[in-house]
């Protein structure tokens, strides 16, 4: 991460075919685009890419979820599973249906624990929602077997672990349907932009229509067209995914750049005693868009995190006092602090959010630290940064004993 590191001359390309059509909109005008469609382009490419019979793009990975749940019937006073440690964006795309986000515990997965998946579930939950944190992914066997188990809907968000595999199979892929951001600091970027992905073509069609107002997208007269049901405007513009068809064709290249740098770090840390790394679920293969490890404890965490600070290690983060990241410090959402009204259900619903403690997710944040991993970095920047890191953390750790 982020794509946008290695802007070029493909980007540029894409873009300007866009403007010289004049065509800034993904549906219709067929007579003016001089066949550019690059919406639709990049949605085969990410099909092709993933491995998944249908894609589609939308205008944010937010969006995306929003859509990934409304198209699999999700909606007010329904249940949706998800995890302490995510995004803002989780809880935002479920409540903006009505339905209520319930919040468990991560293991040393940096993922939903599916222990402790297993005692939220009520007769109201409806879906779970692993995401897959920092580059790496949740237990998907396990969790995929309670929701058969419970017929319950599994989301995948795949935001922040594009080109991630579990069991040979893309991230994405393996639950009901996938969602990823392209927002500008994501491994592949449009700007602004996301997509759900889905081998489901009941789902698919759902979302086609969902995205663009409920248009059922038939014939060639855009006014002409019927409304199944309602809809909203999550449509990308033909702008942001030119951006995304150029980046998705080098997407092989960005996942490899990730891991070779990913490698030369870990690799320096690797024997240090009081180091040790997430656990990847058997059969899983990191994106390596970040390098996460645990320390001790969060002392231990923090004096790293402050080591790094002098010695220049920047896009590295304990989550413990994030504000976007972990339950710790989302007040907001605690305190149900909207602009309107929300309903009674919800707010019943959120009640437990007043009182419950998440001891098991406190302790696994406060001793982690995920590095962002650059792309544009030399390889000798690289090597440095792991020498540099190698040094701060035998320092504190040595003080500590
Ligand atoms: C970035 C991100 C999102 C939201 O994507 P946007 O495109 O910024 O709306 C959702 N979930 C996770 C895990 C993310 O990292």
Request: charged letters at 25%.
């Amino acid at each position: 991460m982020p794509g946008f590191e290695l802007f070029g001359d493909a980007e540029r390309k894409e873009v300007h075919d866009v403007l010289d059509s004049g065509v800034l909109m993904r549906y219709g005008f067929d007579g003016m685009r001089n066949g550019h469609w690059k919406a639709k382009e990049l949605e085969a490419a990410l099909q092709t890419q993933f491995n998944v019979q249908h894609a589609q793009l939308v205008s944010s990975g937010t969006a995306a979820v929003s859509v990934a749940l409304a198209i699999t019937g999700i909606g007010a006073g329904d249940e949706v599973i998800m995890p302490t440690f995510t995004f803002v964006a989780s809880f935002e795309a479920i409540m903006m249906l009505g339905a209520i986000p319930v919040l468990v515990d991560i293991d040393d997965t940096l993922t939903l624990d599916p222990a402790a998946i297993r005692k939220a579930i009520t007769p109201k939950t409806k879906a779970i929602m692993p995401v897959h944190m920092c580059g790496s992914m949740a237990n998907l066997d396990e969790i995929k077997a309670i929701c058969d188990e419970h017929n319950l809907i599994l989301v995948e968000d795949a935001c922040q672990a594009i080109g991630g595999t579990y069991k040979g199979k893309a991230l994405g892929t393996i639950g009901d349907v996938g969602c990823f951001s392209f927002d500008f600091v994501k491994t592949m970027t449009c700007g602004e932009g996301g997509a759900i992905i889905t081998n489901n073509s009941d789902f698919y069609t759902n979302a086609d229509h969902y995205s663009d107002h409920g248009h059922d997208h038939v014939g060639n007269d855009r006014g002409a067209e019927t409304h199944p049901f309602l809809g909203y405007n999550f449509r990308i513009s033909e702008l942001n995914a030119a951006v995304g068809l150029a980046q998705v064709r080098r997407l092989p290249e960005f996942l490899e750049i990730q891991k070779k740098h990913y490698d030369i770090l870990r690799e320096a840390l690797a024997d240090i005693p009081q180091v040790t790394f997430r656990t990847v679920p058997e059969g899983g293969v990191e994106s390596c868009a970040f390098l996460n490890f645990f320390l001790p404890d969060l002392d231990t965490a923090k004096s790293v995190m402050t080591g790094f600070k002098e010695n220049g290690i920047d896009v590295c983060f304990n989550y413990y006092d994030n504000n976007w990241h972990y339950i710790r410090k989302w007040e907001h959402l605690k305190d149900l602090k909207s602009l309107y009204p929300i309903s009674q259900e919800v707010r019943d619903g959120m009640q437990y959010l007043e009182t419950k403690t998440f001891e098991q997710s406190d302790q696994y944040i406060a001793r982690n630290i995920s590095c962002l991993i650059k792309m544009s970095w030399t390889e000798e920047e690289v090597r440095s940064r792991a020498i540099k890191m190698r040094e701060v953390i035998l320092n504190v750790v040595s003080s500590f004993v």
